[in-house]
């Protein structure tokens, strides 16, 4: 199993980010099956964004649950996060982690993970 | 929300030494507990589960061991290449991270 996360690496502030998540050897049309978003910010701890399954019921942070939005497209392998009005301090690594009832939900493996830069 | 926090901070061996790192839950979190290692430009590797199962692959020196809320990660005796970054990570209600521990061989 492999995930990817692709993004911009630079967004202005206010503006929208949307980063994909590809995956490999594995289908979120089974059931069982999951991927988290987690992000890091410089010099911080790991903070879970949320969680997308394989029925697409979806469960966010509570602090973002008003900015994000989780999508999958399974006949492409990906799933989305859209995250608006994007702030100085949304700057981080996005990563994207597999889970699986089969693996008794841990995270995965894991995506190397993207930067995300907001400046203004 | 439940924190995670670990110490310490940094721990500095030399080879062949054994390294315990703590993890403590805010509240109990049973045996929901995974310890994680990261090493620059890389992705996180999953190394233990439910705090005390080996992962897949996972070399016999890294152990686990705890419940409720302390817990620890033990490297029995150090090779260069545990150098990183270890993290521990609480699935009992929703999903939280410790702050790491780096690990200096």
């Known amino acids: ?120 | 929300e439940i924190v995670l926090t670990q110490s310490p901070a940094t721990l500095s061996l030399p080879p062949g030494e054994r390294a315990t790192l703590s993890c403590r839950a805010s509240q109990t979190i049973i045996n929901y507990l995974a310890w994680y290692q990261r090493k620059p430009g890389q992705a996180p590797r999953l190394l233990i589960y439910d705090a005390s199962s080996r992962a897949t692959g996972i070399p016999a020196r890294f152990s686990g061991s705890g419940s409720g809320t302390d817990f620890t990660l033990t490297i029995s005796s150090l090779e260069p290449e545990d150098s990183a970054v270890y993290f521990c990570h609480q699935r009992y209600d929703f999903w939280t991270f410790g702050q790491g521990t780096t690990v200096e061989i």
Not at chain 1, 1 to 28: D, H, M, N, W, Y
Not at chain 1, 73 to 79: F, H, L, Y
């Open chain 1, 1 to 120: 199993i492999t995930l990817k996360e692709a993004g911009p690496s630079l967004v202005r502030v206010t503006q929208t980010l949307t980063l994909t998540c590809t995956f490999s050897e594995f289908s979120l049309k089974t059931t069982g099956v999951g991927v988290a978003w987690i992000r890091q910010p410089p010099g911080k701890a790991l903070e879970c964004l949320g969680t997308i399954y394989w029925n697409d019921d979806k469960r966010y942070t509570s602090s973002l649950k008003d900015r994000l939005t989780f999508t999958k497209d399974t006949s492409r392998n990906q799933v989305v996060l859209r995250m608006t009005n994007m702030d100085p301090l949304d700057t981080a690594t996005y990563f994207c982690a597999h889970f699986s009832s089969s693996s008794s939900f841990w995270l995965d493996p894991w995506g190397q993970g993207t930067l995300v830069t907001v400046s203004s």
